[in-house]
Nanobody, 125 residues
Framework: QVQLVESGGGLVQPGGSLRLSCAASGSIFSINTMAWYRQAPGKQRDLVASINTGGGTNYASSVKGRFTISRDNARNTVYLQMDSLKPEDTAVYYC???????????????????WGQGTQVTVSS
């Protein structure tokens, strides 16, 4: 079993910062891509940023230059440093892990497209 647990959300004023964390648990050997998505009320879930095993990153244009994604492969954890936050960044932020190789039932298995439960980020004065 592979589970993702996010933390670090909350209420912050415009211009402030927050750091989100997402830890993957289980008997994990490797995770290919880890990413953050967000979903505002009444809108679809959109990619915020992603990072692959080698550290290559991709950002949505709306957050480029303000958000930084990073990962600790030894801890199977991905982070999202969010600076210069704007009210339009308000959303539930979800962690995603794709192609997770883990031990299960005496075999090495691969899990695809696993999601965390989400953490609320509210930017408001």
């Amino acid at each position: 079993q592979v589970q993702l647990v996010e933390s670090g959300g909350g209420l912050v004023q415009p211009g402030g910062s927050l750091r989100l964390s997402c830890a993957a648990s289980g008997s994990i050997f490797s995770i290919n891509t880890m990413a953050w998505y967000r979903q505002a009320p009444g809108k679809q879930r959109d990619l915020v940023a992603s990072i692959n095993t080698g550290g290559g990153t991709n950002y949505a244009s709306s957050v480029k230059g303000r958000f930084t994604i990073s990962r600790d492969n030894a801890r199977n954890t991905v982070y999202l440093q969010m600076d210069s936050l704007k009210p339009e960044d308000t959303a539930v932020y979800y962690c995603n892990a794709d192609r997770v190789r883990y031990a299960g039932g005496g075999s090495i298995l691969t899990a695809y497209n696993r999601w965390g439960q989400g953490t609320q980020v509210t930017v408001s004065s």
